[in-house]
Nanobody, 119 residues
Framework: QVQLAESGGGLVQPGGSLRLSCAAS????????VGWYRQAPGKQREFVAS???????NYAESVKGRFTVSRDNAKNTIYLQMNSLKPEDTAVYYC?????????????WGQGTQVTVSS
């Protein structure tokens, strides 16, 4: 049973925008924080942003002011709107869940979606 499924990745030029989606099962969506993480080639996976059940959010310093995380309760979906993209944002982006804290990594992962920022 797929509990987290990302989509929306692709190739974009520097300065461009993308919106990622994470479709979550109803149990996950109603009970847990959902976070976004990313992993670039040769680097460790790092935190990007997270959103709680009631809309509280947390962001990594590197994406503040450029990325926005939001949720659609009718669709059980979490979004990551990414603006002013930079080449260093290139990575596989993953959904993460299974915790009630904005700051703690959960045990559940999606399969990831590739984002490439390049001219």
């Amino acid at each position: 049973q797929v509990q987290l499924a990302e989509s929306g990745g692709g190739l974009v030029q520097p300065g461009g925008s993308l919106r990622l989606s994470c479709a979550a099962s109803e149990i996950i969506f109603s009970r847990y924080v959902v976070g976004w993480y990313r992993q670039a080639p040769g680097k460790q996976r790092e935190f990007v942003a997270s959103i709680g059940r009631f809309g509280s959010t947390n962001y990594a310093e590197s994406v503040k002011g450029r990325f926005t995380v939001s949720r659609d309760n009718a669709k059980n979906t979490i979004y990551l709107q990414m603006n002013s993209l930079k080449p260093e944002d290139t990575a596989v982006y993953y959904c993460n869940s299974g915790t009630i804290s904005l700051n703690i990594l959960g045990p559940l992962w999606g399969q990831g979606t590739q984002v490439t920022v390049s001219s």
